[in-house]
């Protein structure tokens, strides 16, 4: 019976591919569970898997654009639960791809090798996809097993074992600024070097403005007062005329204008509807006397305020300056105030120094507690993990299989964003045998059923909903088949796990089966697949047992394996 997780379904619902290959047209309901993929060799099972893999951000050709065909089309369409969702949508932040439930990602290859990618109907970048698809599909080809062999693949199994995902988010942070202060270090003790040089020319600079001491809104207030001093005597005559008139005549405006005021303001007290007219009439008055007395002392300052030849002089200084400086005459004070920053930087040059030292050693010492953390995490994960690694090897016909972790750390030296372990896995297939690094050990069926192990121990820390194995069974026979096929099976209780194989054992363990075919029709080759039901499923089991055309014996057999399961 299927065991689902609680809560909302999530895989891959449906896969639609057109002139691909030698597939012209397919479209895939797709089921949850272990889903077997089978067929005779050469059948396109692989083609399948290349289509699925282009979703996945892989290499994308020309080539596979169906004879007679302009363009290849493959589309899937996956149901995400709320979890994923919000990791999807992280992926997509700054795209505008919305997503509410379900991703929609298609990919055109054109025979031109102009090449669109669709995701939720939004065009995106090649590496937006690779981004986002990695959180729904975990895809194991033929040869993936052999990334076991690397260290960095090595440590990430480790750190999915110990849930290191935000320890590992600290470390880089902290290498970051570890990098940083080493980098600013490193620039100061260069800069070391011609310092004294560097402090007497500008020295030099500054000597002058500071002399000069050009201010803030100098040059803007130097230019009202040239063009006062300029035009003094026409400024004189006609402000004079304006005092005259207003306020020094015979009569004088002001004068007038009181005289007004008071007789509105007599008016007023036998009509009250002129008040409103005799308050005007004050005010005018009022303020004409102001403007007058204004006027009176603009015209004493204008005899002691300006003098033409000094401003003159200032304003040459200020302009020479600003042009040996290189900079725009406003912005000279901003001159003067940049070279005392930086001489005062440069004098104080021993506590800089000082300063970035300490910055450095605090910085190295925060990535190197971090990365203490991580390796403490790391070979308590390893322990638990290889032990049940260990277990499962026994069910996958390798009773006498050993594997380990060599975990070293503590290299400050080999700080790195991962920290600075160096993490190996060492492995024996036989008893009474010595631990040995896996790349001299491993043949490629015991790397086939390792990662297995591996990828089903961490299953339930994996939150990708749909895993893809292409001949995971590659190597593998007798009564370890059984016991891939009853691992996969247990796989595919808790998610949607899609396997091409060879192996009768799998394909009768399934939850359903998929048959690729291919077929003449019409002159061409054509891939097809179908859904296989009980007796179909039994027919094409018979076929896989036999290597022929089904005999009443192993079809027996095939009913029987399926009855079993």
């Not at 996958?396 to 700080?415: F, H, K, R, S, Y």
């Not at 749909?466 to 995971?472: A, H, K, M, N, S």
Request: glycine share 8%.
């Amino acid at each position: 019976m299927l065991r689902l997780a609680t809560g909302p379904l999530q895989m891959l619902t449906h896969i639609s591919i057109r002139d691909f290959a030698l597939i012209e047209a397919i479209d895939l309901d797709l089921r949850p569970g272990l889903i077997a993929l089978t067929g005779e060799t050469g059948a396109g099972k692989s083609i399948l898997v290349g289509a699925l893999s282009l979703l996945a951000g892989g290499r994308a050709s020309s080539e596979v654009v169906r004879d007679g065909a302009d363009t290849a089309v493959v589309q899937a369409f996956m149901s995400l639960d709320s979890a994923t969702e919000a990791r999807v949508v992280r992926a997509l932040e700054d795209t505008g791809v919305a997503v509410a439930g379900e991703l929609i990602v298609r990919r055109m290859i054109s025979r031109s090798g102009r090449n669109r990618i669709f995701v939720n109907d939004c065009a995106v970048t090649l590496a937006t996809l690779q981004r986002v698809v990695s959180l729904v599909v975990d895809i194991l080809g033929q040869h993936q097993h052999l990334r076991l062999l690397e260290p960095a693949m090595q440590r990430e199994l480790v750190d999915a074992r110990a849930d290191n995902g935000e320890l590992r988010g600290q470390m880089k942070e902290s290498f970051a600024a570890y990098v940083a202060a080493r980098d600013h270090l490193a620039d100061l003790e260069s800069a070391a070097a011609d310092r004294e040089q560097r402090l007497e020319y500008l020295r030099y600079q500054a000597s002058e403005l500071s002399d000069l001491a050009p201010r803030e809104g100098e040059v803007e207030e130097l230019e009202g007062q040239l063009s006062r001093a300029r035009n003094a005597g026409r400024l004189h005559e006609s402000l004079q005329a304006a005092f005259e008139t207003l306020d020094d005549g015979e009569p004088s405006a002001s004068s007038l204008a009181a005289e007004g005021a008071a007789a509105l303001q007599k008016a007023a007290g036998w009509d009250s509807a002129l008040s409103g007219l005799a308050e005007t009439a004050e005010e005018l008055s009022v303020g004409l006397a102001e403007l007058g007395r204004e006027l009176s002392r603009m015209l004493s300052g204008l005899e002691t305020e300006l003098d033409l030849d000094a401003l003159e002089s200032r304003d040459d200084e200020l302009r020479r300056a600003a042009r040996k400086h290189g900079v725009e005459l406003p912005m000279l004070w901003q001159r003067a105030e940049e070279l005392r920053s930086q001489i005062e930087t440069l004098e104080d040059f021993g506590a800089s120094l000082d300063s970035a030292r300490a910055a450095l050693e605090r910085a190295q010492s925060d990535a190197a507690a971090i990365a203490g953390s991580l390796t403490r995490s790391r070979r308590e994960a390893a322990e638990l993990l290889f032990a049940e690694v260990k277990e499962r090897l026994g069910r996958l016909a390798m009773p006498d299989a050993d594997i380990a972790a060599e975990i070293d750390g503590g290299d400050v030296g080999a700080l790195s964003p991962t920290g600075w372990d160096r993490v190996r896995i060492e492995f024996t297939a036989n008893a009474g045998e010595a631990l040995r690094p896996l790349d001299r050990v491993a043949s490629g069926g015991e790397l086939s059923r390792l990662m297995l192990a591996i990828k089903s121990t961490l299953a339930s820390r994996d939150p990708v909903p749909t895993y893809l194995f292409d001949e995971v069974d590659t190597g593998i026979g007798g009564q370890a088949a059984v016991a891939v096929a009853d691992l996969l099976r247990e796989i595919g209780d808790e998610r949607q796990v899609l396997c091409v194989t060879h192996l009768p054992q799998i394909a009768a363990r399934a939850h359903h089966q998929l048959q690729v075919a291919k077929h003449g029709a019409a002159g061409r080759t054509i891939t097809t697949i179908s859904q296989l039901d009980r007796d179909t499923r039994e027919h094409e089991i018979a076929r896989m047992l036999g290597g022929e055309e089904p005999t009443a014996a192993t079809l027996a057999h095939a009913r029987e394996m399926l009855t079993r399961s």
